[in-house]
């Protein structure tokens, strides 16, 4: 019966000091957007996790012809206002934590380049006299916008599905804004 006890006491001890099974906790994420891949417009983002509820990432897209017919316009002038790529850098906020199911707000940046018709332009000819003709001309924008979204985790929380609205403006001038919707649609991701 003695030895029963220690027996006892010796399983009883290692069962106090096992430790429960730590959940992973999965810090990268890549993502792209379906939304723009119907478009033709592919787009590849990264997200690190900092904390249960902050993340920051960068994200790019090349926008196609099919996606350039969807933008905003804000003016007139802007009517043949087209961005070919853009570069965002971001920062999201999630209610419920970054391992659950979640709504989620985010800040990001733009830096973008675009072209517009820009009616006559000068130019040197080989002989260095100024020509007219027209033409096309090359902008790079930076600006600043906002998003909601809401992530939901699947397979071991190792995927994700993303549904986000995201509407941002360029700085072109001090008086215009150049307002567009971006990072805009249906996401997939995988975690890692």
């Known amino acids: 019966m003695k030895n029963f006890w220690i027996v006892f006491a010796l399983l009883f001890s290692v069962s106090l000091f096992s430790q429960e099974e730590e959940e992973e906790i999965y810090k990268n994420q890549f993502s792209g957007n379906l939304s723009y891949l119907l478009l033709g417009s592919p787009e590849l983002n990264y997200e690190r996790t900092l904390n249960k509820y902050f993340t ?31 570069i965002n850098p971001y920062a999201r906020l999630y209610v419920n934590g970054t391992q659950k199911r979640s709504h989620f707000f ?21 002989s260095g006299y100024g020509v007219y003709d027209y033409g096309t001309r090359n902008i790079e924008n930076v600006g600043l916008g906002a998003g909601y979204g809401y992530r939901f985790l ?25 307002v567009g919707l971006v990072r805009t649609g249906i996401k997939v991701g995988y975690r890692f």
Not at 106 to 126: H, K
Not at 154 to 178: C, P, W, Y
């Open 56 to 86: 920051v990432g960068v994200g790019g897209v090349i926008y196609s012809n099919a996606h350039q017919k969807l933008n905003l316009k804000t003016a007139e002038e802007y009517s043949n206002y087209k961005v070919n790529y853009e």
């Open 154 to 178: 699947a397979f071991h929380k190792r995927m994700s599905m993303e549904a986000q609205i995201g509407i941002r403006t360029n700085f072109e001038d001090v008086l215009l804004f150049d």
């Open 106 to 126: 985010e800040i990001f940046g733009s830096y973008n380049r675009a072209e517009t018709d820009s009616g006559l332009q000068r130019s040197n000819n080989a």
